[in-house]
């Protein structure tokens, strides 16, 4: 029974119950005069704008050529809400008058995010004062970036660093570091009028059950002040700048995978060693990378020569640039984690399926990604010597392919696995 065929059945039903409660009824009531419709206020109008970009997101998603196994299609629906939930944090609860860290890490990955650093971020008003405070824990090192804008979508630039060597801590590793326009004594990071955002990094390499440190921030002369109630028309203004940086951040990184990345020349390859400081990155901290495409029963193998850098490691992540699971999947190791082997480089395979190797970096069901070389702590510049390179060989050749080949049993990697999850375990505070 359609919806209209209903209509005359009501009618007389009312009419027939007006008649036994005695009350006078000749027909339908008189219809009522329409009312204009309200019109949309600014949350409704943030929020629809906030939908319809989801949903353009979700479609772009879709079509991305990044969007193909059933891998890569979790992958990208795990991109997208991950990028939703970094809006919100980011620009609807987070304040730079009443500041606390956002956290990224194997929660909230994205853009290459390094397994073995600990991410916090915060908005911060360019000129003015914070203090930040924390404790360095088993973490290496400490460092703090400030940025302008937005340099990881092309919008920023950097706009000041404080490197761990230029810290002093105290004899417990805790430290405190203060961000303003005019010299302060201690640990100071000068605070320019265009900064925006505050980066700081925790770096692990012994992934072990020690503490692993924590950091936080005040404005300072707003410790004690109350704050102030949100209008609509200002908390309309956050989501709209949530749904523009989760369309932004949505959209941008797999581009970025296939512009710096999937070129031909770097599949199953790898790139010069780069600079990062230019490009929104740490001084000192240099990076290189390709992508791999591996068919069954293949292998890619990575050849990265020990240097002088006081921090060296690799990474695994898909093709929307999140890196893979790492704490009950070995898809990351650093040069504490890896052996050396005997002509001074480590070697690193890449596969699918374990090739028995120390270090072997899990693809996963992964049968395309990235892979991400950093080295932290460069003096200077790489010298040509001390560049990575990388081949194909199919996994029954590795004996031949790496000088020094020796083998691990499951139970090793099962002992590894647990120690890596135990240490996130650990370092999943938030």
């Known amino acids: 029974m359609t919806r209209t065929n209903l209509r005359p059945l009501l009618l ?19 219809a009522a005069t329409p009312q204009p419709a309200p019109a949309p206020d600014a949350l409704s109008v943030a929020f629809d704008d906030f939908v319809a970009k989801l949903e353009a997101v979700e479609q772009s998603i879709r079509d991305s050529p990044a969007f193909g196994t059933p891998a890569e299609q979790v992958g990208g629906y795990r991109h997208m809400l991950r990028a939703m939930a970094k809006g919100l944090e980011a620009e609807v609860l987070q304040d730079a008058d009443y500041p ?5 890490d194997f929660w909230l990955k994205e853009g290459g995010d390094n397994p073995d650093q600990r991410y916090a971020f915060v908005p911060i008003r ?16 400490v460092e703090f970036q400030l940025y302008a804008g937005r340099p990881w979508d092309g919008t920023g630039t950097s706009a000041g660093y404080l490197a761990f060597e230029d810290m002093t ?11 303003s326009a ?24 012994d992934w072990n059950e020690e503490d692993t440190g924590d950091i936080h921030i005040d404005r300072v002369g707003y410790e004690g002040l109350r704050r ?10 956050r989501i709209e700048a949530a749904a523009t940086m989760f369309a932004t951040t949505a959209r941008n990184w797999p581009a970025f995978v296939a512009r710096r990345y999937q070129r031909p020349e770097l599949i199953n390859n790898i790139s010069p060693p780069y600079d990062t400081y230019a490009l929104g990155g740490a001084r000192g901290r240099w990076m290189s990378g390709g992508s791999f495409a591996l068919p069954p029963g293949e292998a890619l193998v990575l050849r990265m020569p020990k240097t002088r850098a006081a921090y060296q490691a690799v990474q695994l992540a898909d093709v929307w640039m999140a890196s893979l699971e790492y704490a009950n999947q070995i898809s990351s190791l650093n040069t504490t984690q ?17 090739p028995g190797y120390p270090n072997w970096l899990d693809a996963g069901a992964l049968s395309r990604g990235v892979f991400m070389l950093r080295w932290d702590g460069v003096r200077g510049t790489l010298a040509e010597a001390e560049f990575p390179s990388a081949r194909s060989v199919a996994l029954e050749d590795l004996p031949e392919a790496i000088p020094g080949f020796t083998t691990v049993d499951e139970a090793e990697r099962a002992r590894v696995r647990a120690e890596r ?8 505070h938030r």
Do not use: K
């Open 169 to 179: 801590l105290g004899e417990d590793g805790t430290f405190e570091v203060f961000l």
């Open 421 to 428: 999850r135990r240490h996130m375990q650990l370092r999943s």
């Open 338 to 354: 890896s052996e050396l082997a005997p002509d001074g480089a480590y070697y690193y395979v890449i596969s699918q399926e374990d």
């Open 182 to 205: 005019a010299p302060h004594e201690g640990n100071w990071l000068p605070n320019p009028g265009d900064a925006t955002t505050l980066f700081a990094r925790h770096i692990y390499g």
């Open 228 to 237: 102030p109630p949100e209008s609509p028309a200002e908390l309309a203004a």
């Open 100 to 104: 606390y860290f956002r956290i990224l």
């Open 126 to 141: 360019g000129g003015e004062t914070y203090r930040v405070w924390g404790r360095l824990g088993s973490a290496v090192r």
């Open 12 to 30: 007389t039903a009312t009419a027939t119950l007006a008649t036994a409660l005695g009350c006078a009824h000749t027909g339908p009531p008189p």
